[in-house]
Each structure stands twice: as structure tokens, then as C-alpha cells.
């Protein structure tokens, strides 16, 4: 059982990155799959989420409109298109996949199973 999170890379204020969440040994298509971000000296922060049942989606605030999550279940991948970046969503992104769905009360408290390796996000002219 495998997550691993890729798609990073540097790119300037205003561009666009996609990154993959990638599953091999399951199928993500039965889990929800939570983003999170951790800067330097920062704790780590939930980013955005997707339930499994419905594919319902929930954003921090500081993200919401920029960024979109969506499944690619034939894939067994889950995307964070990430678009008018800025220098403060630079950071490490991880994934993580949980068999419980987000509450739409407090999305951002959902547990997780299972948590893949970082991808650097760096944001800066």
C-alpha cells in the first residue's frame, strides 16, 4: 500500500501546477483524500479535501476559487490543479487517504489512513 504525491516544481507568482496524488495497492476511488501543506517553520496546514460518495469538495479559505480538486478514478489518482499561485503556497504538499467522508461542518478535521510523501511547491519571481 502506497500514496505518493508528485507534480511539484518552482514556477512564478500567477502560474499554474497540478499535482498527482497516485495510489498503488488500493483503490482510492473507496477513500476520501485530503491536501496538506506544511512551509518552513510552519505547521502543517489541510488544504482541500473530496469525499469519496459524492465527490463533494471543501477549501480553506485561502484557497478557495484558486484551487480545484477532482478524481481520476481510472487513473486511481486523485489532482490539486493549483492556479494564480502565490509566494505563500509555497511549501511541502502531501496527500492522504481516509476511509471516513469530511463533515461538511469541519471538513478540515477529517481523519486519514493513510499519508504519501511530499512534493515542493516553491512560488517566487
Known amino acids: 500500500v502506497q500514496l505518493q504525491a508528485s507534480g511539484g516544481g518552482s514556477v512564478q507568482p500567477g502560474g499554474s501546477l497540478r499535482l498527482s496524488c497516485a495510489a498503488s495497492?488500493?483503490?482510492?476511488?473507496?477513500?476520501?483524500i485530503g491536501w496538506f501543506r506544511q512551509a518552513p517553520g510552519k505547521e502543517r496546514e489541510w488544504v482541500a479535501c473530496i469525499s469519496s460518495k459524492d465527490r463533494a469538495t471543501y477549501y480553506t479559505d485561502s484557497v478557495e476559487g484558486r484551487f480545484t480538486v477532482a478524481r481520476a478514478n481510472a487513473e486511481n489518482t486523485v489532482y490539486l490543479q493549483m492556479d494564480s499561485l502565490k509566494p505563500e503556497d509555497t511549501a511541502v504538499y502531501y496527500c492522504a487517504a481516509g476511509l471516513s467522508d469530511p463533515k461538511p461542518s469541519h471538513p478540515q478535521f477529517n481523519s486519514y489512513d493513510f499519508w504519501g510523501q511530499g512534493t515542493q511547491v516553491t512560488v517566487s519571481s
Open positions: 495497492g488500493f483503490t482510492l476511488a473507496y477513500y476520501a
